[in-house]
Each structure stands twice: as C-alpha cells, then as structure tokens.
C-alpha cells in the first residue's frame, strides 16, 4: 500500500478523531466527513483513498468508541502510524479493520511525504526521503481480523 502522509502529534484523543457530537449516527459516510474536524476543519476534504496519519505516542486516547477506527476506515485512510496507541484504540482498529501500526521514528515521517508499507517485510519506505524503518510485527491472528475487515466479519466467517 502507498500514500502520501498526514501528520498529528502526541494525545490525539478519540473527541479529535471523531467529536462527540457525530456520535448519534452510525452511518459511516457521515463520520468519515467528520474526521479530525476539529484539528483541521477541511480535513476530510483533502485526504484521498489510501493516505495515512502518522502521529505521536498515545494516539487514539481518551473515550472507548468504536466510531473513531470506523470513521478512519470510512474517510480513506488505509493506515494510522503513531509511537504507541491507547490500548482501547488498538484493539477497537483491530476489531473495526483498521491496520495501525507502530515505529518510533514517526519525527522523521513529514507531512506530504509518500510512503509504501511492505507488511510482508514489515517495512514502511518512506518515498520522499528514501528512509525505511521496521515496525513491530502484527500477531497471526490480529492480521487475519484485518484481512476479513474486521471482528464481526471474521466471526461470520469462521462460522460458515
């Protein structure tokens, strides 16, 4: 997968992902119009299919809302990269189909900057500037929740 970068820092809570205000829907096209809103009004409006965020440490903190990695998803973006994910947020992507991943280097990741994630090699390549970090390595059954798109999808399947 490949895209161009959107960067946040540190503490992006769930209320900056998607504001509490959305919550009364769970139509996703209407989150995805919605996401980062109050950090970046136009945000949803820039983003194309497959960009990324890459962010600090803590990314996804504060409430326990599944709406947020649906909204993510929704909008387009096909990966969050960050130093560390509030545990909630990690397992609500997981669980939701939103590939997150986690590297220390994400100050050498700018805005703008196209990269290409190898998540055989567990690579990130970053296109702009040539460099390459490793990221941890997502456990076996973590990755067949995203390739199904989610928990509920995978539950379905496994039920067949």
Known sequence: ???KVWKFGNNIDTDIIIAARYLNTSDENILAKHIME????????KISQGDFIVAGENFGCGSS??????????????CVIAKSFARIFYRNSFNTGLLILEINQTEEINE???INIDLKNGKIKNLTTGKT?????IPEFMQNLLSCGGLIKYAKNSIK
């Open 1 to 3: 997968m490949q895209g």
């Open 38 to 45: 109050d950090a970046d009004s136009s945000f949803s409006s």
């Open 65 to 78: 809302r599944e709406h947020a990695p649906i909204a993510l998803k929704a909008a387009g973006i096909s």
């Open 112 to 114: 703008g900057d196209e």
């Open 133 to 137: 970090y490793k990221f941890k390595p």
